[in-house]
Antibody, heavy 120, light 107 residues
Framework: EVQLLESGGGLVQRGGSLRLSCAAS????????MIWVRQAPEKGLEWVSTISASGGSIYYADSVKGRFTISRDNSKNTLYLQMNSLRAEDTAVYYCAKVAFALLRPFDYWGQGTLVTVSS | DIQMTQSPSTLSASVGDRVTITCRAS??????LAWYQQKPGKAPKLLLY???SLQSGVPSRFSGSGSGTEFTLTINSLQPDDFATYYC?????????FGQGTKMELK
């Protein structure tokens, strides 16, 4: 059974850093593209970042480019999102998800999310 | 970047109704469109992909249509479990984007 479990969220001051983790089970993340999506309180879904199966292609939304870094540790079957220079507008629930089969495909499995709150 | 616009933002309906949600893309995305359902406090759930293909386990009362820039999600015979928020999403380009969501409310 495919499962994704995020952790690492919490309260951080503006300008601070956090690293989110997404532990995968039931599949090998080294064979799948993976993504982060966030949802601000009472708002819609916003794509944040994608890493291809090979790791050779990485994409970021303009809103986080230069501040966030996506990575993964295949030996731990875990996806990460390093978030630096955090802003109030980064406050959101962050979801990791698996991309179905290939890079330009929908997101077929999602974690339960982890809440990041940036205080000013 | 491709902008996705859903209408309506809120939809009031009753159990048993047939409802339709529309999603428009700012440029052609061919058939690279998915629909997700999200309930409060939960992660989104993939319902349909490639416009009209049902994800495994999704009831057949959900259907999708369209191509290019205009798409629809139809739910036949609305069930109590269907009251949720629905999002369209394009995966035509390497800047994936979602619609703003349509909240389905009980009339």
């Amino acid at each position: 059974e495919v499962q994704l479990l995020e952790s690492g969220g919490g309260l951080v001051q503006r300008g601070g850093s956090l690293r989110l983790s997404c532990a995968a089970s039931g599949f090998n993340i080294s064979r799948q593209a993976m993504i982060w999506v966030r949802q601000a309180p009472e708002k819609g879904l916003e794509w944040v970042s994608t890493i291809s199966a090979s790791g050779g292609s990485i994409y970021y939304a303009d809103s986080v480019k230069g501040r966030f870094t996506i990575s993964r540790d295949n030996s731990k079957n875990t996806l990460y999102l390093q978030m630096n220079s955090l802003r109030a507008e980064d406050t959101a629930v962050y979801y990791c998800a698996k991309v179905a089969f290939a890079l330009l495909r929908p997101f077929d499995y999602w974690g339960q999310g982890t809440l990041v709150t940036v205080s000013s | 970047d491709i902008q996705m616009t859903q209408s309506p933002s809120t939809l009031s309906a009753s159990v048993g109704d047939r409802v339709t949600i529309t999603c428009r893309a700012s440029q052609s995305i061919s058939t690279w469109l998915a629909w997700y359902q999200q309930k409060p406090g939960k992660a989104p759930k993939l319902l349909l992909y490639d416009v009209s293909s049902l994800q495994s386990g999704v009831p057949s009362r959900f259907s999708g249509s369209g191509s290019g820039t205009e798409f629809t999600l139809t739910i036949n015979s609305l069930q109590p479990d269907d009251f949720a928020t629905y999002y369209c999403q394009q995966y035509n380009t390497y800047t994936w984007s979602f619609g703003q969501g349509t909240k389905m409310e009980l009339k």
